[in-house]
């Protein structure tokens, strides 16, 4: 497959919590949680390094055991990054760094998906274009817990009480949803599947950041927006996604928790399909 990609951090980020990289019969899109300014993760390291560490691991297992089940690799590519910090941080933490992750992977005559939490994958086939989304944190009904803080200390040397995010309390149980951190277990969670090469002519993994156009914003359809990335590439279609979120700069119009957001997007083209 041909791959072309862009990653483009927030505007006004101090470091792109994403990470995307392609091998010649694979891709690996890893979307880090970003932590609110202030609040402790039990972690030294932070999401940037995690989110590197772990996207790494799970780019060396896909090319040194390339017959192995999606999951299990991701499995061993959180295995392996919990080893790399526990001895120095807390992965006990509700707030453990943490990432979503999706993969596409050809092999003897089929590709391979798999999807943690909120990044999409679209596949293009003779059919129809399939949608391929884990929606289980979209599920969650915010406010069933009561209000938890930390006590930090601000830069200017006053301590204050900040809320803990709540999708914290629900990560990693049965009854919320499933995310890459630093229980392997998770990775037997993921949504995955296979479908036949043949007929396959597209595929694209996004980010949420990058997906905002079709699903939070709803101002195309998924059709259209694998039509975008085509013929504008991934670069085009993150700038119109930028071009959406400043024309809401208050969020009134589409209710989000940040203006801005890292976004990837990924197109892979199957040459056998494109062939005359």
């Known amino acids: 497959m041909q791959v072309t990609f862009a990653s483009e951090p927030a505007p006004g980020a101090a470091e792109n919590e994403d990470f995307v990289a ?34 790494g691991s799970l780019v060396a297992l896909l090319a040194a055991e390339p017959e192995a089940l999606l ?12 080893g790399q910090h526990a001895a120095t941080c807390d992965l006990e933490h509700p707030g453990t760094p943490s990432a979503t992750v999706a993969m596409l992977r050809e092999r003897d005559g089929v ?24 929606d289980r944190v ?28 709540e999708h914290w309390h629900h990560r990693n149980h049965a009854d919320g949803f499933w995310i890459a951190g630093s229980d392997p277990a998770a990775a037997h969670h993921a ?3 296979s479908v036949p090469c043949a007929g396959l002519r597209r ?21 259209t927006l694998l039509h975008i990335l085509d013929r504008d590439g991934p670069a085009g279609l993150i700038r119109q996604v930028r071009d959406a979120e400043n024309l809401d700069a208050e969020r009134r119009r589409w209710r ?16 056998e399909a494109l062939a005359p």
Do not use: N
């Open 22 to 55: 392609a091998t010649a019969d694979a891709v690996v899109v890893l979307d880090g949680v970003t932590v609110p300014c202030g609040l402790s993760t039990g972690c030294d390291h932070g999401t940037p390094w995690f989110v590197r560490r772990l996207g």
């Open 71 to 82: 999951i299990d690799l991701l499995a061993a590519a959180i295995r392996k990054t919990a």
């Open 256 to 271: 989000r928790a940040k203006q801005y957001d890292d976004a990837t997007a990924v197109l892979c083209r199957f040459p």
């Open 111 to 134: 590709t391979d998906y798999l999807v943690l939490c909120d990044c999409t994958v679209l596949l293009d086939g003779p059919a129809a274009l399939r949608v391929i989304t884990d």
């Open 138 to 165: 979209s599920r969650i009904r915010w406010g069933t817990y009561a209000a938890v803080y930390q006590h930090v200390v601000g830069p200017d040397g006053v301590q204050r009480e900040v809320p803990v995010p």
């Open 191 to 193: 949504v995955t599947g």
């Open 203 to 223: 595929a694209a993994i996004l980010s949420d950041g990058a997906a905002r156009l079709a699903d939070r914003f709803d101002l195309v359809s998924w059709p």
